[in-house]
């Protein structure tokens, strides 16, 4: 699955009555996470999913299945949705070559609440603290949220101790990670001494100080 999206915003894949397995981001082995009903993936993003299919015994002998993708110009809102659809189809099923999606998606309503998502869009304080971490998501019977830094690689490489962290709290840290951390740098001056946070969340007490976050304030004075 390839994040090839050209405007700004993170799309949701799910395939109706079917579970998958993620097992690489970016190209990187990942432990695989089982039972996801969910992916969200945004621009330039990348991940290798196995689809968990079904027997000749458990599928429908009708219609072929929609693979669906949702996103929104405004998440927050829920406005200004974009959908679009692939099949996936199983032998003796039919596809219904006259559907098509709606301008106002309105025929995705019927999509059924999320109940294990991979790499949701961070622009929730709440799911990020209820999150799935490293040592929960193994259990399918555990619904929840499951972002990228509680992801860890099947094989550690030397590669990613160029800023490798360690972290005494969660046992996370750049070693058991496929992903580079802004951890000890700054940009513009301010520090990225919260890493472990997403940056969009960055806007409790006790960030203010350290870096950006969504409560930041700048003075721009642009000469002409």
């Known amino acids: 699955v390839i994040g090839a999206i050209s405007q700004n915003f993170p799309l949701r894949l799910s395939i109706d009555d079917h579970t998958f397995t993620a097992i690489a981001a970016d190209s990187q082995d990942i432990e695989p996470v089982p039972d996801l009903t969910d992916l969200w993936i945004a621009t330039g993003e990348r991940f290798h999913i196995a689809v968990n299919t079904k027997n000749s015994s458990s599928y429908n002998l009708r219609n072929a299945y929609k693979i669906r993708v949702l996103g929104y110009s405004d998440l927050n809102s829920k406005s200004g949705p974009f959908c679009t659809i692939a099949w996936l189809k199983y032998p003796n099923q039919d596809i219904d ?99 472990n946070v997403p940056f969009l969340l960055q806007d409790g007490d006790g960030y203010e100080n350290d870096q950006c976050g969504t409560v930041c304030e700048a003075e721009v004075t642009l000469s002409m």
């Open 97 to 195: 070559y006259d559907y098509t999606t709606n301008a106002d998606c309105d025929d995705f309503l019927d999509l059924p609440s999320p109940t294990r998502t991979l790499n949701p869009v961070p622009n929730n304080i709440t799911e990020w603290d209820n999150r799935l971490k490293f040592d929960e998501w193994n259990n399918t019977n555990k619904a929840g949220n499951i972002f990228i830094n509680d992801l860890r690689a099947r094989t550690p490489k030397d590669t990613l101790d160029f800023f490798s962290r360690v972290d005494t709290v969660n046992g996370s840290g750049l070693n058991n990670t496929q992903y580079l951390e802004f951890d000890g740098l700054t940009f513009n001056n301010i520090s990225m001494d919260y890493s």
